[in-house]
C-alpha cells in the first residue's frame, strides 16, 4: 500500500492577496465542471484521501487539517458555511477556519519575526505608545491581525487544494442568489462529498 509522506512537502504560502446547503443549478453545473468526477470515489478510504491530497497538494498536512476542521463545523450535515457559530457569534466559515488554524502560524521563530516587523512599521510611523504595557498591547493585536489575514489566504489555497482533489465542493450563498464565485455579499459554502465524509468516519 502506497503511504504518502505528509511531512516533507509543506511549504509556506506567501502572500498578502485575497482573501448551505442549496445551490442553483448554474453553481452545480460550475461544481460539475471545476471538479470532475474522480474514479474510485464510491471506494473511497482514508488512505485514498492522504494519497490524492499528496499528489494534489503542496501542503498536504495543512489541507488535510482544513478538510477535518471543515468536517467538524458541517456536524452532522455534509456542509459548513456560510456561518459558524463560534462564542454565541456568527463568523464565516473562512474565519472561523483562520482562527482555528491561528496556533499554526504563531510557531516561535514565525512569530518573533512578525513580532519585529510590526514593531519596526509601528515605531517608523510613530504609533507605538510611551506606556511600555500599552505598546505591547497594541504590538500583540497587529500581530493577530496579520497572521490571520495570512491564515485566509492559506485557508484559501487549501480549499483550492481540496476542490481540485475532488473532495469537497464550493460554492458562495448571498442573500438572494447562490453562485460560484465570491461578491455580492456572499460567503463560502464547502460541502463534503459523500464519499469524503465517510472516510473521515463521519455519519451521511
Known sequence: MFQPDLFTQDVVAKGDDLAADIATLRVAKARKASSPALADDEYLDLPAVLERLARI?????YTFMVLNLIARAAGGSNSAGPYVEDKGRAVPV????SNALL??????????????QVRRDLTCKGLLPPNQDAAERLIADEV??????????????????LVRAGLIHRHYQGYRVDHCNRGAQREAVYTITPAVHAALGKNC
Open 144 to 161: 493577530r491581525e496579520r497572521l490571520l489575514h495570512s491564515g485566509r489566504t492559506n485557508v484559501s489555497r487549501a480549499v483550492s487544494d
Open 94 to 97: 473562512r474565519d472561523w477556519l
Open 103 to 116: 496556533p499554526m502560524a504563531q510557531r516561535d521563530a514565525r512569530r518573533r519575526a512578525v513580532v519585529d
Open 57 to 61: 497538494s503542496s501542503r498536504p498536512r
